[in-house]
């Protein structure tokens, strides 16, 4: 796909990787519409991205109405977007044993519903027009290596990598391309910002200075997305912790147990 004079929708545009992805798109020659449910992130994105920028919206992914309404103004400018990027996602921490149902359903939400609800609210009318596109749906690592002591996270992306590769089939034929992007550590807020309990709670700022340090710039990620809308591969990971982690697990699983292991010892230190 060509983006100039593309239209891209992004989720969670506000900040990390939606924020550089939506400016990806942008400096590629796409317009882009942006939502997010921070409406000073969104101010700040419009100022940087001036005419290149369509339409922000403050919305919740989990809402089934805020997304439906988001996308009837959507479809009221245009007949069909051509990119859909469901970024949105935040993170919770902690064993199953100290995870609330009432933080499973805020995950699941956002991170599953909400890539649901971007799907399901803007890929019909892609079919629709029926001159194709592309969905980007983001993943994780932890969608392909199921780490101990963030059960609720990677149940999480596993779904969204299961349902990322039904869906690229079911949408083949309509020629709209569907990528699950995996990415390993990246130095966004979504630990800060998340919900962690037991250990990790307890060493949040640990873990927050952690990802800051260590992570790839969401830069990087919005580079591998805009990639991946031009090639449609149905996978792709992101940094050499991701590429290691997912080679392993498919090449040498009983090396990924010990892994799992250690990791869960170092957790707990």
């Not at 709209?176 to 630990?191: D, K, N, S, Y």
């Not at 591969?233 to 590429?243: N, S």
Request: glycine share 10%; hydrophobic share 50%; proline share 4%.
């Amino acid at each position: 796909m060509k983006l100039e004079r593309k239209v891209a929708v992004v989720t969670g545009a506000g900040s990390g990787i939606g924020r550089a992805t939506a400016k990806a798109f942008a400096e590629a020659g796409a317009t882009v519409i942006a939502c997010d449910v921070d409406p000073a992130r969104l101010t700040a994105l419009a100022a940087e991205l001036g005419d290149r920028l369509m339409l922000t919206r403050r919305v919740d992914v989990a809402s089934r109405a805020e997304m439906a309404a988001f996308a009837a103004e959507v479809h009221a400018k245009v007949p069909a977007v051509d990119i859909v990027v469901n970024n949105a996602g935040v993170a919770v921490g902690g064993t199953f044993l100290e995870t609330s149902l009432d933080d499973w359903d805020w995950l699941l939400g956002i991170n599953l519903r909400g890539v649901v609800h971007g799907c399901h609210f803007f890929v019909p009318k892609m079919v629709e027009r029926g001159s194709g596109g592309h969905v980007i749906n983001i993943s994780s690592i932890l969608g392909i290596y199921p780490a101990p002591g963030v059960t609720a996270y990677v149940a999480s992306k596993f779904a969204v990598l299961g349902f990322s590769q039904s869906l690229r089939s079911e949408l083949a034929p309509h020629h709209i391309g569907v990528t699950a992007i995996c990415p390993g550590l990246i130095a966004t807020q979504i630990v800060a910002d998340g919900r962690m309990a037991g250990d990790l709670g307890q060493r949040r700022a640990s873990v927050v200075d952690m990802f800051r340090k260590q992570g790839l710039a969401p830069e990087r990620v919005a580079q591998v997305i805009v990639d991946a809308v031009r090639t449609n591969p149905a996978v792709r990971t992101v940094g050499k912790d991701a590429w290691a982690v997912n080679a392993l697990t498919r090449l040498a699983p009983r090396i990924t147990q010990r892994l799992g292991g250690t990791l869960s010892r170092r957790l707990a230190r």
